[in-house]
């Protein structure tokens, strides 16, 4: 019988890993009879070391490799971190990647879709989303 090792309480994480906050708003661009389609507007903060990593967000088609390529999107660094404001539509990802200076990195995508904004995968990186409703 093998000992099973204890995940990290979520307290644990957000000491250990990178954060990232998401607040956003989805708002209807078009409405046709059979479907509406979306924007989101997200405003973004990341909390990580600053001063001893690389920061790095991109927004991505569905199908990247079919499409144009990923859009690099600003941001502004501050003591603890960087934040941003980004739009999405419908369909489209945020990809956010931290790299340290040791070679280790994290990473979290998100993904747009029927009016959520939705954590794909992440590695080392514990996410917040919340929606803001009107």
Avoid: W
């Avoid at 956003?24 to 973004?44: F, H």
């Avoid at 927004?59 to 003591?79: D, I, L």
């Avoid at 790299?99 to 995968?121: M, T």
């Amino acid at each position: 019988m093998s000992a099973s090792t204890p995940y990290p309480s979520s307290s644990e994480n957000q000491s250990r890993f990178p954060g990232v906050y998401i607040t956003y708003e989805c708002v209807s661009r078009m409405r046709t009879r059979e479907s509406e389609t979306y924007s989101y507007e997200i405003a973004c903060s990341i909390s990580y070391p600053a001063a001893s990593a690389h920061l790095s967000l991109r927004v991505t088609g569905q199908n990247t490799y079919r499409q144009a390529a990923a859009k690099e999107v600003p941001f502004t660094r501050h003591e603890t971190g960087a934040t941003t404001y980004v739009e999405l539509l419908e369909s489209e990802h945020l990809e956010v990647r931290i790299v340290e200076q040791d070679g280790s990195y994290s990473k979290a995508h998100y993904y747009a879709h029927g009016q959520e904004l939705i954590e794909q995968n992440a590695r080392r990186i514990v996410s917040t989303i919340q929606r803001i409703d009107r």
